[in-house]
Structures are given as C-alpha cells and as structure tokens.
C-alpha cells in the first residue's frame, strides 16, 4: 500500500485598515480577489503567495502588497494618511470671530463654522475665510499623523461688539469723522448767525 501524502502550501492572511495616527478605521478593505470587511479582514487561509490588500477612504484607495509564506501568517496594514486640522479665525486684535463668519473653506469643503479636529487626507491645503464682509486665505501643509492648529486673521476686522452688531475701528473712525464734519457745520452756521445778528 502506498501513502502519497500532498502538502498543499497555505498561509494566513489579514488585513487592517488604520489611519495617520494608526487607530483602526470602519474604511471598506479587502484581500483583493479573496475576502473583504469594513475595518479589517480576519485571518483567511489562502494559497502562498504574492497578494494585494487595499482600503477605500476620501473617495480615493490607497493599497499595500504582501508575501503569503507557507504555514505563516502575514498581517497587511493599509495606512491612509490622515492628519488633523483645526482652524481659528480671528480680528486684527487677535480676537475670535466665531459670530462673524460667513464662510470658512478649507480645499472643496465649506462651513459656517471653523473646523475643529478636521481629518482629512495629508497633503496642502487652501484655507479661505470669510467674515463682516472681508475674507483672508493662507496655504497649510498636512503630514501623515500631524496635528496642527491654523491661527487666520482677517484683516480689517477688529473693533467693538454693540448688541451684537460688530463696529470695526475704520468704521467707528468714518463715523467719528462725519459726526466731526455735522458738528463743524452746525458752528460753522451757527458763527454766520451770530455775525449777521451783530451787524
């Protein structure tokens, strides 16, 4: 009697989908051809050899490759490279303006509010704000696990809040100015007056 014993070369595969800052993320991932999850593939027995985990994440997939050795388990980690932002828009003065914002656009994306612990995708980024009519704009470079806080000052903006109205100096100053100009021209008549009066 003859024994033929066929050993067939499996391995073990898993798959974590994680972001800039290596939390595992609900992100679709897959073993492509072999398995798929959201977050994560638990270990799936294949055939040894050469495989492509990848992981869907900001409308873009971002893939690794790994090596299946026989009797061996190979774990893949697809990192998406995110970073944090966070954004505060201020006055001259260096005074928030949160009352006052009309819009804060960081790339395609637009709020009425400045966002607070942001993640999106690593990369550089247009900052634009918008507030009492006057808008501002800076450029921010996001690396892979970054936190970052971007301070944006509109110019031209700073002043005093009167029933929460905001008065800016400039306007405050024209308003100042055109008092002065009403009050100088009711002296001005009022010396004509007087003049005529005493001749």
Request: aromatic residues 6%; glycine residues 10%; hydrophobic residues 50%.
């Amino acid at each position: 009697m003859l024994n033929v014993v066929v050993v067939v070369p499996t391995a073990l595969l898993t798959v974590r989908a994680v972001d800039g800052f290596g939390r595992q993320r609900d992100w679709p991932v897959e073993i492509v051809g072999v398995a798929s999850g959201r977050g994560g593939v638990e270990p799936v027995e294949v055939l040894a050899g050469r495989y492509v985990a990848r992981a869907s994440a900001f409308g873009r997939e971002f893939a690794v490759e790994l090596a299946a050795e026989p009797g061996k388990v190979a774990e893949a980690v697809v990192q998406v490279p995110t970073a944090v932002l966070n954004i505060v828009v201020l006055d001259d003065d260096k005074k928030p303006l949160d009352r006052y914002i009309e819009y804060v656009a960081v790339g395609g994306n637009s709020s009425s509010k400045p966002p607070r612990e942001m993640e999106p995708l690593a990369g550089r980024y247009t900052i634009r704000a918008r507030a009492l009519g006057k808008e501002a704009a800076a450029e921010v470079e996001l690396g892979p696990g970054e936190v970052k806080t971007v301070e944006l000052a509109i110019p031209g903006t700073a002043g005093f809040d009167v029933g929460g109205t905001r008065v800016t100096y400039s306007t405050a100053a024209a308003l100042a100015a055109v008092a002065l100009a009403a009050v100088a021209g009711v002296v001005a008549l009022a010396l004509r007056r007087r003049r005529k009066q005493l001749k």
